[in-house]
């Protein structure tokens, strides 16, 4: 099995900080992309960023040199670091790998639980 288990969410005020974590664990024999995704109230879920496993990224324009995504490939964490948050970034956010279990010959895509962000304004 595989898990990917997210921390760091939490209530904000507007202009501040905070730092997303993702673990993914299991029977991984490797990790290709990781991502963060978001689903905001009464919206669907949507692609905030992702990170190769060579260190090449993409990010949705709204976030944009306000969110850092990293990740620890010995460790298989993706890390989302989120500066001068807004009210609009309010949503839930979840962690994504796309990697092959030990023994597969396909990778697939895994999503963890999620984690609230709430920013006051």
């Known amino acids: 099995q595989v898990q990917l288990v997210e921390s760091g969410g939490g209530l904000v005020q507007a202009g501040g900080s905070l730092r997303l974590s993702c673990a993914a664990s299991?029977?991984?024999?490797?990790?290709?992309?990781m991502g963060w995704y978001r689903r905001a109230p009464g919206k669907q879920r949507e692609l905030v960023a992702r990170?190769?496993?060579?260190?090449?990224?993409n990010y949705a324009d709204s976030v944009k040199g306000r969110f850092t995504i990293s990740r620890d490939n010995a460790k298989n964490m993706v890390y989302l670091q989120m500066n001068s948050l807004k009210p609009d970034d309010i949503a839930v956010y979840y962690c994504?790998?796309?990697?092959?279990?030990?023994?597969?010959?396909?990778?697939?895509?895994?999503w963890g639980q999620g984690t609230q962000v709430t920013v006051s304004s």
């Open positions: 299991g029977s991984i024999f490797s990790i290709n992309v």
């Open positions: 990170i190769t496993s060579g260190g090449s990224t």
């Open positions: 994504n790998a796309n990697l092959f279990k030990v023994g597969s010959s396909y990778p697939r895509d895994y």
